[in-house]
């Protein structure tokens, strides 16, 4: 993967999860995280994360023609949301990378070309672009695995901390 490569980030538990880790205002302020129009206007709320931060992200515009791809898809793809299915054209017309932490959406973007990462990877690659280092991503996992709304395993969560923890 391309760390240039736009990351277009489609799923709200994403976001939570990197508000939760005290994450959040460092990833915006990344040069290729973008959320798309729809996402942004209709799915974020307070519960998602501070939203006066999250306003501050970059956006990509859907185009008329995504959203007549998105009604025709969805009368095909009936396991998908809408907002899975336009995220998913829009990661794929902007050679994007999808962030997102629903399964059925990561295995239909696979299985069509598209990369995918969760928020693990995230932190993992905001260490090795040296955004934060690796003691910030242990008390970021520690942030994780002590909120009860995390959905990440956390099993996953520890693996990461042990990377930071060879490295320190």
């Not at 396991?79 to 997102?100: C, E, M, V």
Request: charged share 25%; glycine share 2%; hydrophobic share 40%.
């Amino acid at each position: 993967m391309s760390i240039c490569e736009k990351i277009i980030i489609t799923d709200t538990n994403i976001i939570t999860d990197l508000s939760n880790a005290n994450l959040l205002e460092k990833f915006i302020k990344m040069d290729n995280v973008f959320i798309s129009d729809l996402v942004k206007n209709d799915e974020i709320n307070a519960k998602t994360g501070n939203v006066k931060l999250i306003n501050k992200m970059k956006t990509i515009n859907s185009t008329p023609n995504q959203l007549i791809e998105v009604t025709n898809l969805a009368k095909i793809e009936h396991k998908l949301s809408t907002y899975d299915i336009l995220n998913f054209i829009i990661a794929r017309d902007n050679n994007g990378i999808l962030a997102t932490g629903d399964n059925r959406l990561k295995l239909y973007a696979e299985g069509h070309g598209i990369e995918v990462i969760r928020t693990l990877k995230i932190i993992d690659l905001m260490l090795t672009r040296k955004i934060i280092s690796p003691l910030e991503v242990i008390k970021a996992c520690n942030l994780l695995i002590e909120n009860e709304h995390t959905r990440i395993p956390k099993t996953e969560i520890q693996k990461l901390i042990e990377k930071c923890t060879i490295k320190n």
